[in-house]
């Protein structure tokens, strides 16, 4: 998607191994989210950021840290990959908060 | 949770016909937004309506929101066998959507 990208777009991981994906974003927008979604249960947010260094939590944040030291780099990391991780993994991005998103294309992490 | 939920959970319609999605849920909103998910692909924004709205379109699309029922609907007009994806209504409060389970609707040629 236009101005939106992720990292990588496939991983397979073992259990127990640390995992860290990427977003990347050429437009400026202030807010960046992860996605995760699951069959059954849609698209569950896991943190998302209002600004550099400024994140926050979502409904599902357990076992899931992020960084943002630049507007354009979103990071989600698993500390330590379980294989209830396995998910598709969306980075969505909004030029302001409650307007519409803009969704990455998706990576696809299998935990083994 | 606020998440929204769509119903039915599938749609089968031929070329042409309109198609009709609904989604409730239960909490305060600032906006509703309706998204597509075509197979293996991301979400793409279709429309957004405010809580003070009642009624918008975009091209072939409809939304109604009643925020008395806490419902709304999205209706596709003329349908296209490239409209066949997966459709999410998400509610926008405190700079966070939440989402639905979804609608998968097939179009047949």
């Known amino acids: 998607d236009a101005g939106i990208t992720q990292s990588p777009r496939h991983k397979v991981t073992e259990t127990g191994t640390p995992v860290t994906l990427r977003c990347h974003q050429t437009?400026?927008?202030?807010?960046m989210y992860w996605y995760r979604q699951d069959p059954g249960h849609g698209l569950r947010l896991i943190h998302y950021?209002?600004?550099?260094?400024?994140?926050d939590k979502g409904e599902v944040s357990d076992g899931y840290s992020v960084s943002r030291s630049k507007t354009e780099d979103f990071l989600l990391t698993l500390e330590s990959a379980t294989s209830s991780q396995t998910s598709v993994y969306f980075c969505?991005?909004?030029?302001?908060?409650?307007?519409?998103?803009?969704f990455g294309s998706g990576t696809r992490l299998t935990v083994v | 949770s606020q998440q929204g939920e769509e119903d039915p959970q599938a749609l089968s319609i031929q070329e042409g016909e309109n198609a009709t999605m609904n989604c409730s849920y239960k909490?305060?909103?600032?906006?509703l937004q309706w998204y597509r998910q075509n197979s293996g692909r991301g979400l793409v924004h279709l429309i957004l309506?405010?809580?003070?709205?009642r009624e918008k379109h975009s091209g072939r699309l409809r939304v109604t929101l009643d925020t008395s029922k806490k419902s709304s609907s999205l209706l596709i007009t003329a349908s296209r066998a490239a409209d066949t994806a997966s459709y999410f209504c998400?509610?926008?409060?405190?700079?966070?959507?939440?989402f639905g389970k979804g609608i998968t609707l097939s179009v047949r040629p």
């Open positions: 909490t305060s909103i600032n906006n």
């Open positions: 998400a509610t926008a409060f405190n700079s966070k959507l939440t």
């Open positions: 969505a991005i909004s030029e302001e908060a409650g307007k519409g998103y803009t």
């Open positions: 950021s209002y600004g550099v260094k400024d994140t």
């Open positions: 437009e400026n927008h202030r807010y």
């Open positions: 309506i405010r809580s003070n709205e």
